[in-house]
T-cell receptor, first 117, second 107 residues
């Protein structure tokens, strides 16, 4: 049981390049999330998904796109990377919504450290 | 907009000390999560609570709904407790995270 797996773990991009971060979970969770973590700031939600085929914007969605074609996978894309997107990206999944008391713990991947030069 | 404030930002303790980390949150948050981020970066959930108190080993989390305040306590602290502790408020679809408290426990 791997939990939540993120690939790649590290990446260096040049400004303007594109890339896709992959998140895979094997817990049959409906809800998946992409966050970014920057120094001095709390985790911020980029996009989330409440089920296969659905996505929604979070707090900081600009410059990112996502897709959830399969329930177990949630992809985060950067079409034209910018230095401001240098960050650590975390994917998470949960069985239910944050405010639902049962089974709403979020399970996190190990993170992807991205540098945009 | 939901807001979550943590204090202190940094905390250094001697091994064996009792530690308290505080979290205040705004209206609209119905439950509070506590998470731990290891020095290597991994994040794990410790507790979710909407009332009262929860205990797991040496960790205790409490919440006061009227005052919109939660605390995480660590009893008999140990160097392996050194990590960043994060509280997060649960809204409708998302968690709002505090900036974290970096705890260092010195032998």
């Amino acid at each position: 049981n791997a939990g939540v797996t993120q690939t790649p773990k590290f990446r260096v991009l040049k400004t303007g390049q594109s890339m896709t971060l992959l998140c895979a979970q094997d817990m049959n969770h409906e809800y998946m999330y992409w966050y970014r973590q920057d120094p001095g700031m709390g985790l911020r939600l980029i996009h989330y998904s409440v089920g296969e085929g659905t996505t929604a914007k979070g707090e900081v969605p600009d410059g990112y796109n996502v897709s959830r074609l399969k329930k177990q996978n949630f992809l985060l894309g950067l079409e034209s990377a910018a230095p401001s997107q240098t960050s650590v990206y975390f994917c998470a999944s949960s069985y239910s919504l944050p405010q639902v008391l049962a089974k709403n713990i979020q399970y996190f991947g190990a993170g992807t450290r991205l540098s945009v030069l | 907009k939901n807001e979550v404030e943590q204090s202190p930002q940094n905390l250094t303790a001697q091994e064996g000390e009792f530690i308290t980390i505080n979290c205040s949150y705004s209206v609209g948050i119905s439950a509070l999560h506590w998470l731990q981020q290891h020095p290597g970066g991994g994040i794990v959930s410790l507790f979710m609570l909407s009332s009262g108190k929860k205990k797991h080993g040496r960790l205790i989390a409490t919440i006061n709904i009227q005052e919109k305040h939660s605390s995480l306590h660590i009893t008999a602290s140990h160097p392996r407790d050194s990590a960043v502790y994060i509280c997060a408020g649960a809204g409708s679809y998302q968690l709002t995270f505090g900036k974290g408290t970096k705890l260092s426990v010195i032998p």
